[in-house]
């Protein structure tokens, strides 16, 4: 049975990786520009998320992703080259707007963070399956009823991706336009939502059903059927860059 996620089954060894090792290294892409804000460490946070996500061959499922991330800080760019409090210094002159050296150097660090987080992310989502994700943590302590947001958290895109390709070759097939101009995608569009968002809530509603039935909420200790996943070099990576990150803040504070 095909899962419903955004995982892309590949032979990697990003994919080998364990779930902590990914997520601490989601800790490290956040932090590392921040207590260091250079734009030389986030670009080298940058090149190692895109190297990571090219390793693993999935550079191509985070192109949309990148390009919907982009066309939302071009804005952040424009507004603050133009209108950040601290502009100064003229860097050019486009028709009747200045942009400013100041704002646009702070937007510019702003979007190679966002790329960063998003990047970091991306490795985890498009390389984990989520339920080895939720595993690991509930092992570790977390609680079933978290593990479960998670998952429907990883599901949820897909899942409604996946209602909308189906109700869309159904309307077809009852002779409805979907494909033309602006105007006729929009009109196409409308009706979608309503099964679309019910359809989401009746399939979470027969979820909570079907964990009630297998005894989810249940105080037996769980056992699992698989082996937990483990990375030989997990903990060596984990140390690494958390004692990169320290000794970041300590260098910080000097």
């Known amino acids: 049975m095909k899962t419903i996620s955004l995982y ?5 060894f990003v994919h080998d990786v364990d779930p902590i090792t990914k997520l ?6 956040i932090l590392i520009p921040i207590i260091l804000p250079s734009f030389t460490i986030s670009i080298i946070c940058a090149a190692i998320s895109i190297g990571l996500l090219s390793i693993a061959r999935v550079i ?33 002159v486009l028709g009747p707007f200045v942009f400013y050296q100041e704002g646009l150097q702070y937007a510019f660090s702003i979007t190679l963070r966002v790329f960063n987080i998003v990047g970091a ?4 989502i498009l390389t984990t399956k989520p339920s080895d994700l939720v595993e690991t943590l509930v092992r570790k302590g977390m609680s079933p009823r978290i ?6 958290v990883f599901q949820i895109i897909p899942e409604m991706m996946s209602s909308m390709s189906t109700i869309m070759d159904a309307q077809r097939a009852r002779g409805m336009e979907t494909e033309g101009n602006l105007l006729v995608r929009v009109k196409a569009f409308l009706p979608l939502m309503g099964p679309v968002v019910l359809g ?13 039935v297998r005894g989810f909420n249940s105080k037996v200790p769980k056992t699992y059927l698989y082996a937990e996943k483990t990375y030989p070099y997990s903990r060596v990576i984990q140390a690494v860059m958390l004692l990169l ?8 504070m000097i």
């Open 8 to 12: 892309t089954e590949k032979d990697s």
């Open 245 to 252: 990150i320290i000794c970041a803040a300590v260098w910080r």
């Open 147 to 152: 593990g479960y947001v998670i998952v429907s």
């Open 24 to 29: 601490v290294y989601i800790l490290f892409t």
């Open 60 to 92: 191509r499922k985070t192109l949309p992703v990148f390009g919907f991330v982009f066309l939302i800080l071009i804005t952040v760019v424009i507004i603050q080259g133009l209108f950040k409090p601290e502009n100064e210094t003229v860097l050019f």
């Open 200 to 212: 989401s809530l009746i399939n979470t509603k027969e979820r909570a059903m079907a964990l009630e």
């Open 121 to 124: 992310f991306m490795i985890l």
